[in-house]
């Protein structure tokens, strides 16, 4: 991996910084308990990190596209829920906040992210999934505010957040995709609740169910124009699927680490496992598939900073093939951990479980096949 100077100096303060909290005692008690990792978010905001996906102008540290695929890279290698959460919480609020806000809500939101605040973003709905803009949450407009019924759901860091980005509809009438607008909910407000959803891995990072039954939101909440939310949406969705990708990658990383060191030490038939042509066979193919993710998943990030329109799809490219990349490998990882690769002593049983969630996450490899197909010129 080719990084420029400064980012190899992110990747050392990162690094120092998961090395001093992350351990695998860390992780496991973590991922045993479902318990959000504040240790390490919380040194990481101390340390500034949580400024970095704001930009400059607005106090923060201005990172770009490519930065951001290094530090969530990096973040991954660690633990993948904290690379999760930084992406979920902080960059995704900061993205939409900075783009969309009015100047009070940039004043009030961006110094709070900075200081490591959550943002949650809730889209998905019971009855929608990928159909993303068929979306049924309701919310009228009564003098100062609007009122809010309805529900979301797998909605990620939800218990743990400050405020809601919540897509709802508006106005009906029209294509699905228009009427949806975007409210900045508090999920103190009387009538939200909050129910977390139990989940085969990411364990330390909540899932949830929202519901809203007639909650009271002021105007001012509106995040961008009413009835123009899924354009405002649309944008994000780049780097939403470049970095799920940059996770992956990270992920990746620590696998093929783990797995190197496990085959040099296991023996079998007089020598370390490493040494039968099968097992070599595998750790090569996650070596191939670490650099080849990282090179279209640093294309990709490139395309963003340049403003480039192709850059949309060649994230899906990127999340698509990294996505699935992890998955396979932590298949393969198993399997030359053997017996111990399928008990929770060793932690590739853990990235067995958490990876799933990012072949969904951010629009599924389903989703992410038509996005490319549409951009050969293929009608579906």
Not at 136 to 165: C, H, L, M, Q, Y
């Amino acid at each position: 991996m080719t990084l420029t100077e400064d980012q190899q100096m992110m990747v050392d303060a990162i690094d120092q910084i998961c090395r001093s909290i992350v351990t695998d005692e860390y992780s496991a008690e973590i991922d045993r308990v479902a318990r959000y990792p504040v240790e390490v978010m919380d040194a990481l905001a101390a340390q500034g990190w949580a400024a970095l996906p704001v930009p400059e102008e607005a106090g923060g540290g201005g990172a770009s596209a490519q930065d951001l695929v290094v530090i969530h890279e990096t973040l991954a290698r660690h633990n993948l829920v904290v690379g999760q959460a930084y992406f979920s919480l902080w960059v995704l609020g900061a993205e939409a906040i900075e783009r969309l806000g009015t100047p009070e809500q940039k004043a009030e939101w961006l110094p709070r992210i900075m200081e490591g605040a959550n943002v949650a973003f809730a889209l998905t709905e019971p009855g929608s999934g990928s159909d993303a803009a068929a979306l049924r949450t309701a919310a009228i407009r009564d003098g100062d505010d609007f009122v809010v019924n309805g529900s979301k759901v797998f909605i990620t860091g939800a218990a743990v957040s400050e405020v809601i980005i919540t897509g709802v509809r508006t106005s009906t009438g029209g294509r699905k995709q228009e009427g949806i607008t975007s409210l900045m909910i508090d999920p103190t407000l009387p009538g939200v609740d909050i129910r977390k959803l139990s989940k085969m891995g990411l364990k330390g990072l909540d899932l949830c169910e929202v519901f809203f039954d007639n909650v009271r939101v002021p105007a001012s909440a509106v995040l961008g124009a009413v009835d123009t939310g899924w354009a405002g949406m649309l944008p994000g969705l780049a780097n939403e699927r470049l970095l799920l990708a940059a996770l992956s990658v990270g992920a990746l990383r620590d696998l093929l680490d783990r797995c190197l060191v496990h085959a040099q030490q296991r023996e079998s038939f007089g020598k370390p496992i490493a040494g039968h042509q099968l097992i070599a066979e595998k750790l090569v193919e996650m070596r191939v598939a670490i650099e080849a993710n990282h090179a279209l998943t640093m294309q990709a990030a490139a395309l963003v900073d340049a403003g480039d329109p192709d850059a949309v799809n060649v994230a899906s490219m990127a999340k698509l093939s990294a996505t699935r990349d992890y998955i396979s490998a932590t298949r393969e990882a198993v399997q030359i951990f053997g017996g111990y690769g399928f008990t929770d002593e060793y932690p590739v049983s853990r990235h067995y479980r958490d990876c799933k969630y990012l072949e969904i996450g951010g629009g599924t490899s389903e989703i992410q096949k038509i996005v490319i197909a549409r951009s050969m010129g293929i009608r579906l």
